[in-house]
Nanobody
């Protein structure tokens, strides 16, 4: 069974930083587009960032542009989401997903990511 495991979430003060990791188990991420998503309480899941298979194309939600950076480490079979200048509005459970068909469009729609989802890691931005 293909698995993705997110880690790196936690409690951070406004203005702080976190780096989330998305590690694959039992498959390699090289052939997959990877998306990061988040879901806040009472809200729908939304796309945050996306990275193409060969990492030559990345996209970001407008709300995180200039603050978040997505990257791949092929040797570690892991995708990262570096989150800087965190705001209380970034509080959510963050999920990564891999899909071999999805593309990184400007609208990072979770409905296009069907192959594998992680269990999520919570991020809380608060004083």
């Amino acid at each position: 069974q293909l698995q993705l495991v997110e880690s790196g979430g936690g409690l951070v003060q406004p203005g702080g930083s976190l780096r989330l990791s998305c590690e694959a188990s039992r498959f390699t991420l090289d052939s997959y587009t990877i998306g990061w998503f988040r879901q806040a309480p009472g809200k729908e899941r939304e796309g945050v960032s996306c990275i193409s298979r060969n990492a030559d194309h990345t996209t970001y939600a407008d709300s995180v542009k200039g603050r978040f950076t997505i990257s791949r480490d092929r040797a570690k079979n892991t995708v990262y989401l570096q989150m800087n200048s965190l705001e209380p509005e970034d509080t959510a459970v963050y999920y990564c997903s891999a899909d071999h068909v999805a593309r990184c469009w400007s609208n990072i729609d979770p409905k296009w990511f069907l192959d594998v989802w992680g269990q999520g890691t919570p991020v809380t931005v608060s004083l």
